[in-house]
């Protein structure tokens, strides 16, 4: 077993406290990804798990064992870095096998396991070759061989993929998915880019200035964000909130008599458009519309707001046009002053 829990895990820099008590229960073996805008501490508290950066004060379990005290290496974790972390003077095959050497392992099970992982990542035809002689995403796939060697417990990983171009991240991102599903290993993964965090995670946690928004799987935080922020950070472009509009006439609208709803969620896929003035749709002004190939993607003025709708490509929308719009009722998500989400 191999869940990590969290809790109440504070970080203070000096006088700037970077991780506000996060408590975090990861699952046996699911893939975490730990997602949020820059400096929000995301790798400060990877680090923390890693054993590399001690925390003010809370704990960390990992299945039975505290882990909170232990050196980085006994704590049966293996780490992926951004920029690699190679060494250079090694071959690939010395490269997958020092983690194993140093912690003497027999030569045969070496031997085995890096014919075994450089399979794997598909650089058996590498292993003479040193650092220097590959590409960054050879490179790349020595450090995940390298650390899925070790076999380790927990598989921790800052940015893997952003030193490489477009292409190749794509092509490593499913690689990764489908070697990690395979393994039993339970990871953490480090991103600020949401595509990677989606395809990847089997949940999501979304950080906010050293706090932890929303834990949960992809589709819920995409479809149910927690937070107005979860919903302007995830989705490109991101979710509307908009005042509540009474000519919608929300079926699913929360009935609440405390808490009134101050903000409406909206998907920009999420609306019905016409051409005619129709009852229960709204007029909105077209300003920009844009063909961006599978949809076209209208940003239109709505009483004193901004909104983004997508509407088909083929649909004949221009710059100027008068349309009128309606939020599909199921889609709709209510938030309230404090801009979170209200249940229905
Ligand atoms: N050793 C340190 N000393 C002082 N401040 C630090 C230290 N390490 C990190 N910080 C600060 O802590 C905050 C969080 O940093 P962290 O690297 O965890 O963020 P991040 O979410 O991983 O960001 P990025 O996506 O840019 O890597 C930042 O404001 C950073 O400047």
Do not use: F, G
């Given at each position: 077993m191999s869940a990590i829990q969290i809790s109440a895990v504070r970080k203070q820099f000096g006088k700037q406290?970077?991780?506000?008590s996060i408590d975090l229960e990861i699952r046996d073996k699911e893939f975490t990804v730990l997602l949020g805008p820059s400096g929000c501490g995301k790798s400060t508290l990877l680090r923390i798990i890693a054993g590399l950066e001690y925390e003010s004060s809370g704990s960390i379990r990992i299945g039975e064992r505290e882990?909170?005290?232990?050196?980085p290496r006994d704590r049966r974790i293996a780490m992926v870095f951004q920029n690699y972390a190679v060494f250079p003077h090694m071959t690939v095959a010395e490269n997958i096998a020092f983690g194993l050497r140093v912690r003497k392992d027999s030569e045969a099970h070496i031997q085995r396991k890096v014919k075994e992982t450089a399979a794997l990542m598909h650089i058996e035809d590498r292993l003479d070759h040193y650092s220097g002689q590959l590409s960054g995403g050879q490179r790349q796939r020595v450090a995940v061989a390298r650390a899925l060697a070790m076999e380790p417990e927990v598989l921790l990983m800052d940015e893997?993929?952003?030193?490489?171009d477009a292409l190749l991240r794509l092509e490593m991102r499913a690689e990764l998915k489908t070697i990690l599903a395979a393994s039993d290993t339970t990871t953490i993964y480090v991103t600020h880019d949401q595509v990677e965090a989606m395809s990847l995670a089997d949940r999501i946690a979304v950080m906010k200035g050293g706090q932890i928004e929303q834990y949960a799987p992809p589709s819920e935080i995409y479809h149910y964000p927690a937070t107005e922020f979860v919903g302007s950070f995830i989705g490109n472009p991101p979710m509307n909130f908009i005042p509540p509009d009474a000519r919608w006439n929300h079926p699913t609208r929360p009935e609440q008599s405390?808490?009134?709803?101050h903000k409406c969620g909206i998907r920009p896929e999420d609306f019905e458009v016409r051409f005619e003035p129709t009852e229960n749709f709204a007029p909105v002004r077209v300003l920009v519309s844009e063909l961006l190939g599978s949809h076209k993607q209208l940003t239109a003025r709505f009483g004193d707001e901004m909104i983004r709708v997508n509407v088909p490509s083929d649909l004949d929308v221009g710059n100027g046009s008068d349309i009128h719009i309606r939020p599909l009722a199921e889609k709709v998500r209510f938030y309230d002053h404090s801009g979170h989400l209200m249940s229905a």
């Open positions: 406290e970077i991780l506000k882990i909170t005290s232990l050196a893997p993929l952003s030193n490489l405390s808490q009134q709803v």
